[in-house]
């Protein structure tokens, strides 16, 4: 079908511009007032002239990093177009005119210039490694094999939104944290240093210059020490080569873990029955299922059950085997399969972990919160009593060299 591109404004007056590939002006028209837009320009263009409007991606697959919150804005409106019945590549070239997050801009137009030459969605983002998880290509692989990819997009987009609110109310408590670290070691250290030479010496004069002697030679080092090792965590966790050794010491922290355990299993009964219910063999569902799963310790985990499927020993005894779920969730499977409601059961269990997620996610700030408040009280007793202690030690000091 021909490209056309396209200018309209949206409720607010803003300008939105982007590319479609319909049979004709009338039908693009058609599909701009549905998604509530007025328009101003139709055009005819070729795939070179489109290319130019949405731009190329000037940033490496690697370096392309985002957020939760700009993936829950990203999964958000790619699923609102998908909804309104875009092809997979004007629903890529939309949300590149319109998604605020470069590097997520990026992404989608080099997206869409792939599935435009018949790559699969689930490729496009493979190619991604650092924006996309390999749970959320995983889910969006199982979706198109399902044919449930409005359902994947929403699941994807509440997943980041959820873990975006976490990490803002999360956030607080461990400025709070560093603040107290920072200035308790910039107001004792110097202190006790000024005092001690003042004592020496009889000279404030001298107490002060030694005081901003150890601020420059301490304090600024240790500081700047902090920010790189930071910095140098938070790079070597999120590269994908790491990834799988990140998510097993996730699972081994509190809450947490809890958070990872529950999410994987609530995306991979979802998953499951709604491959199951497209009508996907019971072992390529299986599989396509456990890919699902965000945390990749538990995928794997979850993909050794696929031998019982393939075997013809139905769902129960797989889930008994990945030792992922409890024995209850495994014993409404295999009442599910004895009477014939598979579906519901899976349904169930994946409502049930979601929920519990969900609870998990809302006592997260608290957590943090409470550690927070216990390692600052035990900073703050140590800094005190290192002053008090070197206090006392340096008018004694002072008191018998006179």
């Known amino acids: 079908m021909p490209l056309y591109r396209y200018q309209a404004q949206d409720k607010t007056g803003t300008e939105v511009h982007g590319v479609m590939d319909e049979r004709s002006e009338e039908v693009v028209s058609r599909r701009l007032q549905q998604m509530g837009y007025v328009t101003t320009a139709i055009t005819r263009a070729s795939l070179s002239t489109a290319s130019k409007t949405l731009g190329t991606a000037t940033a490496p697959a690697s370096r392309l990093t985002a957020g939760p919150a700009d993936l829950a804005r990203f999964y958000g409106q790619l699923m609102m177009c998908w909804q309104a019945g875009l092809p997979a590549f004007q629903a890529l070239s939309e949300v590149a005119t319109q998604v605020a997050h470069r590097s997520l801009a990026q992404a989608a137009v080099e997206m869409a210039h792939r599935v435009q030459a018949g790559t699969r969605l689930e490729d496009a983002m493979a190619a991604h490694p650092c924006l996309f998880s390999p749970g959320d290509v995983g889910l969006v692989r199982a979706a198109e094999m399902g044919g449930f990819v409005v359902e994947a997009l929403q699941e994807l987009a509440a997943q980041h939104d959820a873990d975006a609110r976490?990490?803002?109310?999360?956030?607080?408590?461990?400025?709070?944290?560093?603040?107290?670290?920072?200035?308790?070691?910039?107001?004792?250290?110097?202190?006790?240093?000024?005092?001690?030479?003042?004592?020496?010496?009889?000279?404030?004069?001298?107490?002060?210059?030694?005081?901003?002697?150890?601020?420059?030679?301490?304090?600024?080092?240790?500081?700047?020490?902090?920010?790189?090792?930071?910095?140098?965590?938070?790079?070597?966790?999120?590269?994908?080569?790491?990834?799988?050794?990140?998510?097993?010491?996730?699972?081994?922290?509190?809450?947490?873990?809890?958070?990872?355990?529950?999410?994987?299993?609530?995306?991979?009964?979802?998953?499951?029955?709604?491959?199951?219910?497209?009508?996907?063999?019971?072992?390529?569902?299986?599989?396509?299922?456990?890919?699902?799963?965000?945390?990749?310790?538990?995928?794997?985990?979850?993909?050794?059950?696929?031998?019982?499927?393939?075997?013809?020993?139905?769902?129960?005894?797989?889930?008994?085997?990945?030792?992922?779920?409890?024995?209850?969730?495994?014993?409404?499977?295999?009442?599910?399969?004895?009477?014939?409601?598979?579906?519901?059961?899976?349904?169930?269990?994946?409502?049930?972990?979601?929920?519990?997620?969900?609870?998990?996610?809302?006592?997260?700030?608290?957590?943090?919160?409470?550690?927070?408040?216990?390692?600052?009280?035990?900073?703050?007793?140590?800094?005190?009593?290192?002053?008090?202690?070197?206090?006392?030690?340096?008018?004694?000091?002072?008191?018998?060299?006179?």
Not at 202 to 219: D, I, M
């Open 166 to 402: 976490a990490m803002a109310a999360c956030r607080l408590p461990f400025i709070y944290l560093a603040c107290l670290l920072f200035l308790g070691l910039l107001l004792v250290l110097p202190a006790v240093e000024m005092l001690r030479t003042t004592v020496r010496t009889e000279s404030a004069t001298l107490g002060a210059q030694a005081a901003v002697r150890v601020v420059l030679t301490h304090w600024l080092p240790v500081v700047l020490a902090s920010v790189a090792l930071v910095w140098l965590v938070a790079r070597f966790v999120k590269a994908p080569s790491r990834r799988r050794w990140w998510h097993s010491v996730l699972l081994r922290v509190p809450v947490v873990g809890g958070i990872a355990w529950q999410r994987s299993r609530a995306a991979f009964s979802a998953a499951l029955r709604l491959l199951y219910h497209g009508g996907v063999g019971p072992g390529a569902a299986w599989e396509a299922a456990a890919d699902a799963a965000p945390n990749r310790v538990l995928a794997e985990r979850l993909r050794l059950g696929a031998a019982e499927v393939h075997a013809g020993r139905g769902f129960a005894p797989a889930l008994d085997r990945t030792g992922v779920f409890s024995a209850i969730d495994v014993g409404l499977v295999a009442t599910g399969e004895r009477a014939g409601k598979i579906e519901q059961a899976l349904a169930q269990i994946a409502a049930d972990h979601h929920t519990a997620a969900e609870q998990a996610i809302q006592r997260l700030p608290g957590t943090a919160y409470g550690l927070a408040l216990g390692i600052g009280a035990i900073f703050v007793a140590a800094m005190v009593a290192y002053g008090a202690l070197n206090y006392v030690s340096i008018l004694i000091n002072g008191i018998t060299a006179e």
